[in-house]
DNA sequence: ATTCTTCTTTAGAATAATTATAAAAAACTA
DNA sequence: TAGTTTTTTATAATTATTCTAAAGAAGAAT
């Protein structure tokens, strides 16, 4: 359980001012057990359900950019009109139930050392990641 | 080189009409060397530089999405605003040069064997792709 | 070939996600 | 407190994509 007065330090130290809206957005993002994978309409609903705060949309996709660039979360590229962010910012794989459209975590360990053996010159390596689509 | 002919054939067989349109888009897809991945826009540019013949970005959308659903493209989820297309449907992986935004296809066995040592209960394996960030 | 039916193309409207704008509000500084 | 900067917000703009409905083309029947 992450405290209001953590949320304002760590928003001041990355030079974000602790506004209401930032930490109620803290607050549902990262006050979790397990990693969250949502999109921005997930986020800003979870957002108004809350009834001591409210942010607009603007402000939610303000802030979840924000915490973006950050490193705060991490975007995942899912084939879906919808852009997926993840609180989970470390190097890890998913899987994807394509009908319930839900993201699920995978580690590292579930999913084998991949060694990639071709390389384009003048270019390196970034970050691999491993998308399992699951069917029924 | 594949003939006209051939592809009012595939169309035919396919329970496509084999129009105008089609046989041109056919022909800028399917008669290259390589493997090719683009974007709905980059296709429409290209069908419009040939002088013989143009087709409607609504009439690129609906043939895209037809030649997809046959299984003749397959679509790639890349972190980007634009869905890509690929003219090789066979399962493989890919890099993705994030400032180029360009695809570059990757042959399985550049990339060793994955295996996914997890399972959710009632569900199975669709696809294991990996994509591998490049950066300068 | 002529007519009929079905499919396709197309322009333009509609939708949906995202980004831009600019004025009011809040946070910080002096 | 007053001044400065950042943030929020409503709203407009943009962009990719899908929908609609009328005109055109393709195929089948006559
Ligand atoms: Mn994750
Ligand atoms: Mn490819
Ligand atoms: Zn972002
Ligand atoms: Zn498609």
Redesign the pocket.
Known sequence: MISKTEFIQKL?NS????????IDICDVLFNREKTFHF???DLFNLVKERKDQ??????I???V?AFHKKGYLKEIPINS???YFDTNVTDHHHFFDVKEERLIDLKNEDVGPIDIQKSIPGKKIKSVEVLVKLED
Chains 1, 2 share one sequence.
């Not at 030079?15 to 930032?22: A, G, I, N, V, W």
């Not at 409210?54 to 402000?59: Q, R, V």
């Open positions: 001041r030079s974000l001012r602790p506004t209401k809206q930032r999109t921005i309409n409210k942010a607009s949309l603007a402000t996709y303000n802030t950019h009109n919808q852009t």
